[in-house]
């Protein structure tokens, strides 16, 4: 799978991700008070295994997201706790570290697929741009192409040519994939990855999230708040409510019968929406 790790040799870490009493304290927005986006969280993701962190705006997912992947704007945030990736101390290591994690092991899906692609390149060389950084350019064209099959796109010339205009929203996402499995990560991280799609496009992402971990064995982390993708595709959810763990358990403990309180209310509200429209909580957990 990936090259180096630094999990020394015969030593298999036993979690992707391990998250311990995370806090992370905004300053305030024009002299008004600073905002607790992350008020200890903690959270397991084990290798291979699916979490979602799901909850309502503002809850605090896409900061949690950030402290994973090592992005959090550290010169503005006040951060505590500790947050693991495959063994790597994420809030205190150096870029270098940081960027052979994102780079290799750790794959990233966000909500802008436009944004991931440069307008002015074909996303063909766009996608072997992101390979040869790290990995012998021999190995570039079967390894797009292989990323490209896997995110359910034909990687016919034709198609390697597109610039990100021409690709349809679907299209720009399965692109954003492949870019993200193109080193065969060992954890994939989805930040609301199917917020700009229709309801159709959003089960087929579930669908090819749930094939990619059967085929590669890649665990992954979802932050959502669309509570129907977080039942589909992760064995535990966990519920952020203002930035605290308000509920965690497997999907169908959570979305089926959740507790009292703020995880309830979530539940409830995905129930009278459109959003809840006929899935079965839990159902395909
Ligand atoms: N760069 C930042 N500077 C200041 N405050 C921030 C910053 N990023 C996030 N926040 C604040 O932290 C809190 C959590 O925001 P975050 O973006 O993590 O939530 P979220 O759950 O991802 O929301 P959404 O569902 O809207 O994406 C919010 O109150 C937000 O305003
Ligand atoms: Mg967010």
Redesign the pocket.
């Known amino acids: 799978m990936s090259g180096s790790s630094p999990t020394p040799p015969g030593r298999t870490a036993p979690t992707s991700l391990s998250i311990e009493g995370l806090r992370?304290v905004?300053?305030g927005?024009d002299e008004g008070a600073d905002?607790a986006?992350?008020g200890g969280v903690s959270l397991t993701v084990p290798a291979g295994g699916a979490v979602a962190v799901a909850?309502?705006?503002?809850?605090?997912?896409?900061?949690?997201?950030?402290c994973v992947l090592g992005l959090l704007?550290r010169r503005?945030?006040r951060v505590e706790g500790r947050v693991e990736v495959f063994g790597t101390d994420v809030l205190r290591a150096s870029d270098r570290e940081l960027a052979a994690l994102r780079g290799r092991r750790v794959g990233y899906v966000g909500?802008l697929f436009h944004a991931a692609f440069d307008p002015l390149f074909t996303v063909g060389s766009q996608l072997a741009e992101a390979h040869r950084a790290h990995a012998p350019a021999a190995a570039t064209d079967g390894a797009v192409a292989e990323a490209l099959r896997l995110a359910g796109l034909d990687a016919g010339p034709d198609l390697l040519r597109l610039r990100p205009h021409e690709m349809s929203g679907g299209m720009l996402q399965r692109a954003q994939v492949a870019a993200a499995i193109l080193h065969r990560p060992d954890l994939l991280v989805l930040?609301?990855p199917t917020a700009a799609l229709d309801a159709l496009r959003r089960r087929e992402f579930a669908t090819l999230v749930a094939e990619l971990r059967a085929r590669t064995g890649a665990a992954v982390l979802l932050?959502t708040?669309d509570l129907g993708l977080a039942a589909r595709l992760a064995d535990r959810v966990v519920v952020?409510h203002r930035?605290r763990v308000a509920a965690a358990g497997t999907a169908a403990e959570v979305l089926g019968s959740p507790p009292d309180g703020q995880a309830r209310a979530l539940v409830e509200a995905w129930r009278r929406t459109a959003g809840g429209g006929g899935e079965a909580p839990g159902g395909a957990a």
Do not use: F
Request: without cysteine.
């Open positions: 992370v905004w300053p927005r905002v986006a992350l909850g309502e705006s503002g809850s605090g997912k896409s900061t949690l997201v950030a704007d503005r945030a909500q930040d609301e932050a708040h952020l930035g």
